[in-house]
């Protein structure tokens, strides 16, 4: 027997209880080097300021464990960028940390609860999404109850995070305090329809008072998608109100979103998609303290308006909002898989130019953005795309640099997922 599978071995006897229910071991790998070149990426690229190219890597590995009422996963990675420390190095820049690392027990075959650090994905991810495009992606300390018969699905989430081990309470802004969601998924024929419900509690201290408070921010909606025979589509309706957390105090919230997408299938190779986006904003000259932006808090924002991250990824927030006009053409044959996706930017609110005060256009710009796929085997594939930023003045205005500029990004990434060992029992 080969060394690293009598390791394998070893670790499956040390997860194996003394039982006759059946039990499985899996022990999956996953490397994925990225390059990108990015020349006007996120902002506008500015005079006198050149691109730059890298090459990022997340190298994952995962154990999985199945028994007869629990399940268990746990994920490490290292994230890292080629050379981020010295070929000599003895110790590494981020180290080693864990992804996941949760458990899950069924009551029954309708109640199960799971608990540890873990994925929260719903929907097509456009407010709760694992983001798998970052090489770190996102995952939650949470305990989820989830209640499953037939065509339905009912989950109950909660969360609290802190700093630390601490004897007093003390400030906690790295991420929300507390989180408190409901998600119900009912699937019909030919329709699946979902109700969301969450409540995220951010911390602040409040000087005047002396001491911690929590700020309440509410997001609830619905999500729905069906499919026919060559018609296919998605819409999602979802609000926000509550609170915001700010120095010293909190603001009201009132934001709302919409978006629809339609789709035609020509041929099982080819189809045309065709979509739009709402999301609202605030006037660059209202007074009023009331935040009145949506947020799109823990989505998977990489795969919606546009692949240079203008809007919502890490950035845009508490802006003028957003309206995205797009199309999507896909061509899929054997192992390729190209895709071509224009879209129009418009902002929701008005955009004013700060020397002269006059309203400017609402048109911010142009994208399009090309990508490619070819899997080579199960277990190794290659992707890569190109886009381009055609920008408005109005988008000078929001993101600074200049429209006139070549605003453009590529990138390839290579993906290898094998299945390193299985054991079942």
């Known amino acids: 027997m080969k060394p690293y599978n009598q390791f394998f071995v070893v670790i499956a006897f040390a997860f194996t209880p003394i039982s006759s229910f059946s039990q499985e071991l899996e022990v999956n790998l996953q490397i994925r080097p990225r390059y990108e070149y990015r020349n006007g990426f996120k902002e506008l690229m500015k005079d006198e300021f050149y691109p730059t190219s890298f090459?990022?890597?997340?190298?994952?590995?995962?154990?999985?464990?199945?028994?007869?009422?629990?399940?268990?996963?746990?994920?490490?990675?290292?994230?890292?960028?080629?050379?981020?420390?010295?070929?000599?190095?003895?110790?590494?820049?981020?180290?080693?940390?864990?992804?996941?690392?949760?458990?899950?027990?069924?009551?029954?075959?309708?109640?199960?609860?799971?608990?540890g650090r873990q994925v929260l994905s719903y929907d097509n991810q456009?407010?709760?999404?694992?983001?798998?495009?970052?090489?770190?992606?996102?995952?939650?300390?949470?305990?989820?109850?989830?209640?499953?018969?037939?065509?339905?699905?009912?989950?109950?989430?909660l969360a609290l995070n802190n700093n630390n081990e601490t004897l007093y309470e003390s400030a906690y802004v790295t991420n929300y305090k507390n989180m408190q969601f409901i998600w119900f998924?009912?699937?019909?024929?030919?329709?699946?329809?979902?109700?969301?419900?969450?409540?995220?509690?951010?911390?602040?201290?409040?000087?005047?008072?002396?001491?911690?408070?929590?700020?309440?921010?509410?997001?609830?909606?619905?999500?729905?998608?069906?499919?026919?025979?060559?018609?296919?589509?998605?819409?999602?309706?979802?609000?926000q109100t509550g609170d915001l957390a700010i120095i010293n105090d909190k603001v009201d919230v009132a934001a709302y979103y919409a978006g629809f997408n339609l789709g035609y299938k020509f041929t099982t190779s080819f189809k045309i998609e065709l979509g739009f986006e709402y999301l609202s904003g605030k006037d660059q000259n209202d007074s009023d303290t009331k935040v009145k932006s949506?947020?799109?808090?823990?989505?998977?924002n990489?795969?919606?308006?546009?692949?240079?991250?203008?809007?919502?990824?890490?950035?845009?927030?508490?802006?003028?909002?957003?309206?995205?006009?797009?199309?999507?053409?896909?061509?899929?044959?054997?192992?390729?898989?190209i895709t071509l996706a224009p879209h129009l930017f418009y902002s929701s609110?008005?955009?004013?130019?700060s020397d002269t005060l006059e309203i400017q256009e609402n048109y911010l710009g142009t994208e399009i953005d090309i990508t490619g796929s070819y899997k080579m085997d199960k277990n190794f594939l290659i992707s890569g795309g190109i886009s381009k930023m055609f920008a408005s003045t109005s988008m000078e205005i929001l993101k600074g640099g200049n429209s006139s500029n070549c605003n453009n990004w590529a990138w390839v990434m290579v993906s290898f997922t094998p299945q390193l060992f299985t054991y079942k029992k």
Do not use: C
Not at 137 to 146: N, Y
Not at 316 to 326: A, P, R
Not at 349 to 353: F, Q, V
């Open 55 to 115: 090459v990022s890597q997340r190298s994952r590995m995962s154990f999985f464990f199945k028994h007869e009422k629990f399940k268990a996963n746990l994920s490490f990675q290292n994230i890292r960028v080629w050379g981020d420390v010295t070929t000599t190095s003895s110790s590494d820049k981020n180290g080693i940390a864990i992804f996941e690392s949760w458990v899950s027990y069924y009551f029954n075959d309708n109640w199960s609860t799971k608990f």
């Open 126 to 157: 456009r407010i709760m999404g694992g983001i798998d495009w970052l090489q770190q992606g996102q995952s939650h300390d949470a305990v989820l109850v989830t209640n499953k018969k037939n065509n339905y699905q009912l989950d109950f989430g």
């Open 185 to 239: 998924n009912q699937k019909f024929s030919k329709l699946n329809l979902s109700i969301l419900a969450l409540n995220n509690g951010y911390q602040y201290e409040n000087l005047d008072e002396n001491k911690f408070k929590i700020a309440y921010l509410q997001t609830f909606g619905t999500y729905g998608k069906w499919d026919t025979s060559k018609f296919y589509g998605d819409f999602g309706l979802y609000a």
């Open 294 to 300: 949506f947020s799109p808090l823990f989505g998977t």
């Open 302 to 337: 990489h795969a919606f308006n546009g692949l240079m991250d203008y809007f919502y990824v890490g950035n845009h927030k508490n802006t003028v909002g957003l309206q995205d006009v797009y199309s999507k053409f896909f061509f899929e044959k054997n192992k390729w898989q």
């Open 349 to 353: 609110a008005d955009i004013y130019n």
